[in-house]
């Protein structure tokens, strides 16, 4: 087209979006290739969640335990990248739901209830103790900046990922979603049904984790994922103390609240704490130790010895005080006496 004496030549504009192709998960399994720890750890539970067995699909016990090794000794970035990886498309999220073999660890031939999954986890201190972190440091708070109650989206990634290789071990439930579940479902509840479904829907619903997960998956909050640093406190210490790990901060919403049964007593107080916006006292929090002692049932009698202890006599030990008492008692009729 002429313009005075230009020739104008329009050009049909068409905007191209430049979507990254390419499989996140792939990735981070070549990356955990090309490091020793990661890959001789990896290999370590690849073996025996795969190999069959006479009656069975794999050895599950050695499966587990080698699951848990990957996941407390190889490096959050190698671990977490393939178990958190950010997906585009259904092949990085099967391969995703494929990382810790499901099929051995996680699926078995019916699905057992949850609470029924839950009481064989209590008798368990590993995953009883893990089973606590996780309500613990992935409790949904819808008033909290990342929807967290702890405001830590690596204390709560650690705590899901603690629980891989338990009785307790959640996983993806498909491919097209960020939910996870433990193996279990709500059949055969009866009266407990209510409770039951609490209980699933702390995994499955819980908007804490799930921004965790999406959020070490793009990166989007590197700043936060250190885990802090321990502080002396009287409160119980759980075994998220001992598995350390870089890890990320995600939102959650209060609707999931922690099902109060599985909890050490102090998580519940600081939970009470945050909702009523009142300072509670915890020193009636129990350790861990007491918690090893005790097996199952009957860790909440343990009570500090130090909350018990009777207060001081303003520095007098009891033999003092009662030759004050006597003295105080005889010098009068001395004195009586005398005169």
């Not at 020193?283 to 909350?307: F, M, Q, V």
Request: with cysteine.
């Amino acid at each position: 087209m002429s313009d005075g004496g230009r020739t104008v030549v329009k050009v049909k504009a068409t905007a191209v979006e430049h979507i990254p192709k390419g499989n996140n998960c792939l990735d981070a399994a070549k990356a955990c290739n090309l490091d020793d720890t990661c890959k001789k750890y990896r290999s370590a539970y690849i073996t025996p969640c795969t190999t069959s067995m006479s009656n069975e699909v794999c050895n599950r016990r050695k499966c587990h335990k080698a699951l848990r090794q990957f996941f407390d000794k190889v490096p959050a970035k190698h671990s977490y990248g393939m178990l958190f990886c950010s997906c585009r498309d259904i092949a990085c999220t099967e391969r995703r739901r494929q990382t810790i073999v499901p099929v051995c660890s996680y699926e078995e031939r019916e699905k057992p209830n949850c609470l029924n999954l839950q009481d064989s986890c209590k008798t368990n201190y590993i995953c009883r103790s893990r089973l606590a972190d996780f309500f613990t440091n992935c409790q949904p708070e819808s008033r909290s900046a990342s929807s967290c109650l702890k405001e830590n989206y690596a204390d709560c990634l650690l705590a899901y990922s603690g629980l891989i290789g338990t009785v307790m071990t959640p996983n993806y439930i498909d491919s097209s979603s960020l939910s996870v579940a433990p193996w279990c479902d709500c059949s055969n509840s009866g009266n407990d049904l209510e409770e039951c479904l609490k209980f699933l829907n702390f995994f499955k619903d819980n908007t804490c984790l799930k921004n965790a997960i999406q959020a070490f998956g793009n990166g989007s909050d590197v700043t936060v994922w250190q885990p802090a640093l321990p502080v002396q406190t009287t409160t119980a210490t759980t075994t998220t103390a001992f598995r350390v790990k870089n890890q990320p901060l995600g939102p959650a919403g209060s609707e999931n609240e922690i099902p109060t049964h599985v909890l050490p007593p102090c998580a519940n107080l600081q939970a009470q704490k945050l909702k009523s916006n009142v300072s509670g006292s915890t020193h009636l929090c129990l350790s861990d130790r007491d918690y090893e002692k005790d097996g199952l049932a009957g860790a909440s009698s343990h009570i500090t010895t130090k909350s018990m202890a009777a207060p001081p006599s303003c520095g007098l030990s009891p033999r003092l005080v009662l030759v004050v008492t006597a003295l105080s008692t005889l010098l009068p009729l001395s004195l009586a006496e005398t005169l």
